[in-house]
């Protein structure tokens, strides 16, 4: 107070007023909608960086001939720009005693086993398997059984999807072991994706034993000691490379 009881202004120096109302005050939230709001001093202005389209790779392979195509056809996945392919391994359903009377080798411990509810995070699913006279594996039946919730509520709809085989002989399933696969996918309300004949001069090879069909990729495992020869294993690569180029097509759209 100074004399006569009038005021004295204070000499302590006052925050500098800013022309700009936003930088004056804390940051406030925006308001959007009623009742929503963006705070922004917590919301990033970073560009969003999309995350890879996933194929997930499903197979079942007793001798490894399957297994071949599988890793063969990750390697055409993955050449396609913004996807990427995981391989999986369906449950076996035999003993280790059976396994080891027919002979079966070991299996890559670095294979994952997958679960039906895992199918939801694929962007599109390659299943392999070898012919159980003309039909799927039961390996195979077994995991597609196992996809009855999924069904119940439509989860797989609309997801592509395609098949690649094994069979012994010639003229021993790789096109009706795939046909008669399509049920599961119908069921599933998924899309068949065939390579159809987008191989090219490939398809028509005639000069050595080829598997394959417009269905997929296929292989001739004969008695077991045969592996999958050059063609049979681009074919894969191939079906690899034409699936993921769909998938990120539709993903698009």
Known sequence: MGKGGGCVPSKKKQPPVS??????????PIPIHDGETIDVATTSLEPRIPSKLKIFIVFYSMYGHVEGLAKRMKKGVDGVEGVEAFLYRVAETLSDDVLMKMKAPEKDVGIPEITAAELINADGVLFGFPTRYGCMAA???????????????????????????????????????????????????????????????????????????????????????????????????????YMATIVKRLAQT
């Open 139 to 241: 390996q195979m039946k077994s995991f597609f059984d196992s996809t009855g919730q999924l069904w119940k509520e439509q989860k797989l709809a609309g997801k592509p999807a395609g098949f690649f085989v094994s069979a012994g002989t010639q003229g021993g399933g790789q096109e009706t072991t795939a046909w008669t696969a399509i049920t599961q996918l119908t069921h599933h309300g998924m899309l068949f994706v065939p390579v159809g004949y987008t191989f090219g001069a490939g398809m028509f090879k005639m000069d050595t034993v080829r598997g394959g069909s417009p269905y997929g990729a296929g292989v001739y495992a004969g008695d077991g000691s045969r592996e999958a020869n050059e063609t049979e294993l681009a074919l894969a690569e191939h079906q690899g490379k």
């Open 19 to 28: 022309d700009d109302p936003v930088s004056s005050r804390e940051a406030a």
